[in-house]
Nanobody, 124 residues
Framework: QVQLVESGGGLVQAGDSLRLSCAAS????????MGWFRQAPGKEREFVAG????????YYADSVKGRFTISRDNAKNTLYLQMNSLKSEDTAVYYC?????????????????WGQGTQVTVSS
């Protein structure tokens, strides 16, 4: 089992930055990749960014490319999402997720473990 705890969400203004963190505990050594997803009110959860845990290859949704950066600290078992130039449409609950096996890092159904989510609200 892997436990994931997100932090760093909050209320910011458009154009501001935030950094989300996701602390992983438990049997993390078997994780193939981790990712960030988000769910806005009335919408389905969507992929934001993902990273392969060993190689560090990164993937981004087109809507955040160039503004968000995903990274990980293997020694601390922590995943990060640096969010710059935030827009009102970035408002959502952000979830951290981990997947054990190879497969599409962008696909929600590939992930085995999920955090409880952290709210990000961007006011315009």
């Amino acid at each position: 089992q892997v436990q994931l705890v997100e932090s760093g969400g909050g209320l910011v203004q458009a154009g501001d930055s935030l950094r989300l963190s996701c602390a992983a505990s438990g049997r993390t050594s078997g994780s193939y990749a981790m990712g960030w997803f988000r769910q806005a009110p009335g919408k389905e959860r969507e992929f934001v960014a993902g990273i392969s845990w060993i190689a560090g290859s990164t993937y981004y949704a087109d809507s955040v490319k160039g503004r968000f950066t995903i990274s990980r600290d293997n020694a601390k078992n922590t995943l990060y999402l640096q969010m710059n130039s935030l827009k009102s449409e970035d408002t959502a609950v952000y979830y951290c997720a981990a997947k054990k096996k190879r497969g599409l890092i962008t696909r929600e159904g590939e992930y085995d473990y999920w955090g409880q989510g952290t709210q990000v609200t961007v006011s315009s």
